[in-house]
């Protein structure tokens, strides 16, 4: 039996690659263009973070190891002397007692509120265009005439809600001088302002859930309040974690409603004659836009900094859990 000569020298040996060939200038410019572009898109963020943010950011831990003072500039390194004077300031700590105390007061109400009025929002109510754009209007008001209506409202002598409260038999409170009468009527400053923002993240989460999950819910007997906490708010969790974080940053911030409260004291920042509602901001700011303790006041702006992110991470943790079992 015989081979065919092609076949024999075939036998044995494995065919050369084609050669490569050459890229043209455009398909090298489409390369380069897939590979690049994106890092060019983003990179405006990044820039502008790093001018404003990242910048003001390792300034800001830097002077905080200094004696630094506002005018005079930088007097001398001096470690972490100011975190540990810091440590030892009980104005600082009534700060941050007052700073949580707000906190607690207006944000845990705001959210439960705004979830309700939410969900009422998500309803087939006539006019729904007027109500939603309704809820929002605190929010678009200048933060000035809030708190000079807020001012009149909790006045001592003659407010509308001590007068509400004599019809009840109730002495007038002095709103600005007790610790705790001072915190509720800020509380209800900073809840008015925000609650309609909320509830507006809120619905606009709502419409997004399947309307098939309510109509099966329904046709099982579920009733509505049932439905609300197994169905709906399970499906918008990310939002109400979103909500939970934004609002411990703005929680813990708190500066202006506290600050024009005290229409006497809006210079210095001290937050009422014996500081019973001075915020850690207001703090900050008294030291270093008052007394020019620019060192002082950058150390007290990273203790800040630490503290909100120890209570946005518990925050979130605790939410996640609760809507996770809702």
């Known amino acids: 039996m015989t081979v065919a000569p092609e076949r024999a020298a075939g036998r044995g040996t494995t065919s050369a690659p084609p050669p490569a060939q050459r890229l043209s200038w455009r398909d090298k410019l489409g390369r380069l263009d897939a590979k ?26 830097w002077v905080s190891l200094h004696e630094w003072q506002l005018i005079e500039g930088d007097q001398g390194f001096t470690g972490l002397a ?26 845990i109400p705001q959210l439960f ?28 008001i200048s933060v000035a005439a809030v708190a000079l209506v807020f001012a009149q409202l909790f ?112 210079a210095t920042g001290t937050g009422g004659d014996d500081r019973q509602f001075q915020t850690l901001v207001m703090y900050l700011y008294e030291k270093g836009f008052r007394l020019f303790d620019a060192g002082y006041s950058s150390a007290i702006a990273w203790v800040l900094f630490l503290v909100i992110l120890v209570v946005a991470v518990v925050n979130f943790t605790v939410a996640r859990r609760i809507a996770s079992k809702g």
């Open 36 to 61: 690049f572009t994106p890092y060019v898109v983003i990179a405006p963020f990044f820039v502008v973070f790093g001018i404003f943010g990242l910048y003001p950011l390792l300034h800001t831990a």
């Open 82 to 107: 100011n975190y540990a004077e810091l440590l030892s300031d009980g104005n600082f700590w009534n700060a941050l007692g007052n700073t949580v105390s707000l906190f607690l007061l207006s944000t």
């Open 113 to 140: 509120a705004a979830l309700g009025l939410a969900a009422l929002l998500d309803r087939g109510l006539r006019g729904r265009a007027f109500w939603r754009a309704g809820v929002l209007l605190p929010n678009v």
């Open 155 to 266: 006045g001592r002598d003659f407010g509308i809600v001590n007068a509400l409260l004599g019809f009840v038999g109730v002495d007038p409170v002095d709103w600005r001088a007790e610790t705790w009468a001072s915190h509720l009527a800020i509380s209800s400053m900073v809840m008015w302002r925000w609650t309609g923002y909320n509830a507006l993240i809120y619905l606009a989460a709502m419409q997004s859930v399947p309307k098939d999950m309510y109509e099966s819910a329904m046709l099982d007997g579920a009733s509505r309040w049932r439905v609300f906490w197994s169905i709906t708010v399970p499906s918008i969790r990310p939002t109400i974690l979103f909500t939970v974080i934004v609002s411990t940053i703005g929680g813990m911030q708190l500066f202006v409603e506290p600050q024009l409260f005290d229409p006497g004291g809006t």
